[in-house]
């Protein structure tokens, strides 16, 4: 079935980098933007940005340009987001969702904590 | 940029009609998904380009969107529907996805 499996939970440094993997099976990766919500404990959900894996083209919320980037590898079917310069309130659950502009996320993958801390 | 504006609670009597809001600048114009999440999962989407339902969501659950107020309808409501509710909207003008706060349904 359709499904977007992420990799598991990080715990990193303030300052350090994390890299979150998400493979898509069912599907071809290359058919749907892949975007990227982050959820902080006891918060909302807040969108960081999209990865057109056909082109490779990204768009990135102004919170977090700079800081984010979004590869994929359409070979292994896998989307990756990557955030630097890691602070203490980056602490959150990060999820990947596929969804074409101005379409809805019809699917998510089960979602990646990663905790910073020193 | 574009603000979505949820009130944080709602509250419904099982076999009631619940409805959540999500206020926006012109939102009628704009196509309004509609998610929701409970305690440790991914969120689920449940109406999609403002008031389809996704196969698998129950006809309890309607969405409309008009001038500056989208609404999800949640019928006969169940103790299973409390859960987070976020909408979710395309900003064309910034090409950037903007989520509502959130609105936490209880169930009474």
């Known amino acids: 079935q359709v499904q977007l499996v992420q990799s598991g939970a990080e715990v990193k440094k303030p300052g350090a980098s994390v890299r979150v993997s998400c493979k898509a099976s069912?599907?071809?990766?290359?058919?749907?933007?892949m975007h990227w919500v982050r959820q902080a404990p006891g918060q909302g959900l807040e969108w960081m940005g999209w990865?057109?894996?056909?082109?490779?083209?990204?768009n990135y919320a102004r919170n977090f340009q700079g800081r984010v980037t979004m590869t994929r590898d359409t070979s292994i079917s896998i989307a990756y987001m990557e955030l630097s310069r890691l602070r203490s309130d980056d602490t959150a659950v990060y999820y990947c969702?596929?969804?074409?502009?101005?379409?809805?996320?019809?699917?998510w993958g089960q979602g990646t904590m990663v905790t910073v801390s020193s | 940029s574009y603000v979505l504006t949820q009130p944080p609670s709602v509250s419904g009597a099982p076999g009631k009609t619940a409805r959540i809001t999500c206020g926006g600048n012109?939102?009628?114009?704009?196509?309004v998904h509609w998610y929701l999440q409970k305690p440790g999962q991914a969120p689920v989407l449940v109406i999609y380009?403002?008031?389809d339902r996704p196969s698998g969501i129950p006809e309890r659950f309607s969405g409309s969107n008009s001038g500056n107020t989208a609404t999800l309808t949640i019928s006969r409501v169940e103790a299973g529907d409390e859960a987070d509710y976020y909408c979710?909207?395309?900003?064309?003008?910034?090409?950037?996805?903007?989520f509502g706060g959130g609105t936490k349904l209880t169930v009474l």
């Open positions: 969702a596929r969804g074409n502009i101005p379409s809805a996320f019809d699917i």
């Open positions: 069912g599907y071809t990766l290359s058919g749907y933007f």
């Open positions: 990865i057109n894996p056909n082109s490779g083209d990204t």
């Open positions: 012109n939102i009628g114009g704009k196509s």
């Open positions: 380009y403002n008031s």
């Open positions: 979710q909207v395309w900003d064309s003008s910034s090409d950037h996805v903007v």
